[in-house]
């Protein structure tokens, strides 16, 4: 069990680019997230998935949007990059063992932008 | 709103207890997690208290208190591996699925 991938570990973009950030779990869980931690503090909540076919916006969602494109892969896609995105960003996942409150993390990708 | 608060840094010495507190403004939550992080590493679940109480998993414990909106991580016999930062979390009742974090405690351990 590879657990929570992501992809790339790192990018760093210029001002007004995009990419998209990839997430695939192998755990069969239902729900997935998508988090941003800065230097320092917590993680946010950008967006996550309850299950497969529906996303909901979480603390911090503005400039991001995401796909949940079947019960493993979650994406997270930034349209046009801006400096104060600059972060790591964390995707997990959750299922039934646990709830919500027991999420396994990815090793996140860390992201700068220009 | 909703909001939790932990000590930024804590020092410890290598072999001994060292307690991490969290405390918390929430309306209504289902519990309190805590999660372990390493410098450049992803968080992980270490435990979660669901009720009021200890609970106990090896040289890591964690307790609640509704009442007092409180809740610690208490991790005996200190190991050097064990420095990291530690986060607090809650799920409120109103957000099935978020999780509200604290933004972390760092324990630095000393031989």
């Known amino acids: 069990n590879a657990g929570v991938t992501q992809t790339p570990k790192f990018q760093v973009l210029k001002t007004g680019q995009s990419m998209t950030l990839q997430c695939a779990q192998d755990?069969?869980?239902?729900?997935m997230y998508w988090y941003r931690q800065d230097p320092g503090m917590g993680l946010r909540l950008i967006y996550y998935?309850?299950?497969?076919?529906?996303?909901d916006k979480g603390e911090v969602p503005n400039g991001y949007n995401v796909s949940r494109l079947n019960k493993r892969e979650f994406s997270l896609r930034l349209e046009s990059a801006a400096p104060s995105q600059t972060s790591v960003y964390f995707c997990?996942?959750?299922?039934?063992?646990?709830?919500?409150?027991?999420?396994?993390f990815g090793p996140g990708t860390r992201l700068t932008v220009l | 709103g909703q909001s939790l608060e932990q000590p930024s840094e804590v020092t410890a010495v290598e072999g001994a207890i060292v307690q991490i507190n969290c405390t918390y403004q929430?309306?209504?939550?289902?519990?309190l997690s805590w999660y372990q992080q390493h410098d450049g590493g992803a968080p992980t679940f270490l435990s979660y208290?669901?009720l009021d109480g200890l609970e106990e998993t090896g040289r890591f414990s964690s307790f609640l208190s509704r009442s007092d909106s409180y809740g610690y991580l208490l991790l005996q016999e200190l190991q050097m591996k064990d420095s990291a930062s530690y986060f607090c979390?809650?799920?409120?009742?109103?957000?099935?699925?978020?999780?509200?974090w604290g933004a972390g405690t760092k324990l630095i351990i000393k031989p």
């Open positions: 208290n669901a």
């Open positions: 998935s309850a299950s497969e076919g529906t996303t």
């Open positions: 755990m069969n869980h239902n729900s």
């Open positions: 979390a809650v799920r409120a009742t109103d957000s099935n699925y978020q999780l509200i």
């Open positions: 997990a996942s959750s299922g039934t063992s646990g709830g919500a409150d027991t999420q396994y």
């Open positions: 929430t309306s209504g939550f289902y519990g």
